[in-house]
């Protein structure tokens, strides 16, 4: 099958996706030009954004309208709120949303707007740049992943208020598309009594990472998360074994065992799982989802939690695949659309195209056109990018038509047909 017939479906996907996209025509133009630009070059250069359309002008010219356009005001609200929409069917009551911190280093950056101090997580130091937050839906031992959100803030911006309200802002957005549904998963940086309330308040399930200081009543007693840790039951046990990003495995045998608590303050009956075999201390897990004293309801819990182990490959997927730190935006507005054209394009390769049934030839020749020499890497989402990219790249002398009339189409009837049947 010719594969500018492919390159021309997968554009039409693409414009499909953001039809319902709530944005005037300029708007919806630059959104489609940036995602197409981002998936056919997979940089965030408005430069090679610019080269992958072809356009009939100075490419200077082209370069200007997308600086022009990525400065569009709360743009990223919009695509954010866009996104959770589109991935709201895929959540259900149990389905877990994997929420975690990141950061996008800029080291030698000195004009970019509202530049901070962080924590880069991928070297342990201090440098500038911003901070992020993504928000992905996986069920419980499940491997689709489907992104819901990738907010990107300052605290030197002047609208910042504090990173527990910047996550906060993330779980807003997705629990208005899912109607509450979910339960959110998070590591260690999420013990805080000030996103704990919020949840409560908000009758949000959790299963978030405890660290050893957190102060908890258990059995009228107030004592410290480690200690209560210590005394803690734990009548079972588990092999677990876990894939190394080498290729390795790793075994672990864990024993687990739960305790009923509150938070000091709040009336709300909450459960410490405790699991050992990690380390040298016991893992500390607080969750409302009710625990009984059973295998199956206290292992539940265990294996959603471990199931965020896989966001870390995804946020290297979604930084990797995209070269999101060497994005070169210099206005903060800016950034942040990007961020979320971003999240569109990550929402594209991930789950409009590779979940929707009627889609699985594009997926299938997306992963074909990426040319591994050694099959396609565990983690596919690596794959379908780089196959889009290839797919892509150099095979549409004029990718849009925005004067009206409609591109022309080479693709053959039956292939049509094809892609568009239900078993298609």
């Known amino acids: 099958m010719n594969i500018s017939q492919v390159a021309i479906r997968l554009r039409e996907q693409m414009e499909e996706l953001l039809r319902k996209l709530p944005v005037g025509t300029i708007a919806s133009r630059f959104v489609l030009e940036a995602m197409y630009g981002i998936q056919t070059r997979q940089s965030l250069h408005l430069s090679e954004i610019a080269r992958s359309l072809n356009e009939d002008i100075p490419l200077i010219k082209t370069v200007d309208r997308l600086s022009h356009q990525a400065k569009r005001k709360d743009l990223h609200k919009t695509i954010a709120r866009f996104v959770a929409e589109q991935g709201a069917p895929y959540v259900k009551d149990r389905t877990l949303l994997l929420i975690d911190p990141s950061d996008i280093a800029k080291k030698y950056a000195k004009k970019m707007e509202h530049l901070a101090c962080i924590r880069d997580g991928s070297e342990g130091t201090l440098a500038n740049g911003y901070w992020l937050c993504a928000v992905l839906a996986v069920e419980c031992e499940g491997r689709d992943l489907v992104p819901l959100a990738n907010r990107l803030w300052s605290q030197n911006a002047p609208d910042f208020k504090s990173e527990n309200d910047e996550i906060l802002a993330c779980i807003e957005v997705v629990c208005e598309a899912t109607g509450k549904r979910g339960i959110w998963v998070m590591d260690r940086g999420g013990d805080r009594i000030k996103l704990f309330i919020p949840?409560?308040?908000?009758?949000?399930?959790?299963?978030?990472?405890?660290?050893?200081?957190?102060?908890?009543?258990?059995?009228?007693?107030?004592?410290?998360?480690?200690?209560?840790a210590r005394t803690t039951p734990l009548p079972y046990a588990e092999t677990i074994v876990r894939k190394n990003n080498d290729g390795t495995e790793t075994i672990k045998n864990i024993e687990f065992g739960f305790r009923k608590v509150k938070l000091p303050g709040v009336d709300k009956q909450l459960y410490m799982v405790v699991v050992t075999g990690f380390g040298e201390k016991p893992t500390m897990i607080l969750t409302t989802i009710e625990v009984r004293n059973s295998r199956k309801s206290l292992w539940w819990v265990v294996q959603a939690y471990l199931t965020r182990w896989r966001i870390e490959e995804s946020l290297r997927f979604s930084k990797q695949s995209y070269d999101m730190e060497d994005i070169r935006v210099l206005s903060y507005e800016g950034l942040r659309n990007m961020m979320g054209i971003v999240l569109l394009a990550m929402f594209f390769a991930m789950c409009h195209l590779g979940l929707q049934t009627k889609l699985t030839v594009l997926c299938h020749h997306s992963l074909d056109a990426a040319k591994r020499l050694f099959g396609i890497a565990p983690f596919r989402y690596y794959a379908i990018a780089d196959g889009i990219k290839e797919i892509l790249s150099g095979r549409l002398k004029k990718v849009f038509n925005f004067a009206g009339q409609e591109t022309q189409s080479i693709i053959q009837p039956d292939f049509v047909e094809m892609l568009d049947s239900p078993a298609g």
């Open 199 to 228: 949840l409560i308040e908000r009758d949000l399930d959790f299963i978030f990472r405890l660290v050893g200081t957190r102060s908890l009543i258990c059995n009228g007693q107030q004592r410290l998360a480690e200690k209560i």
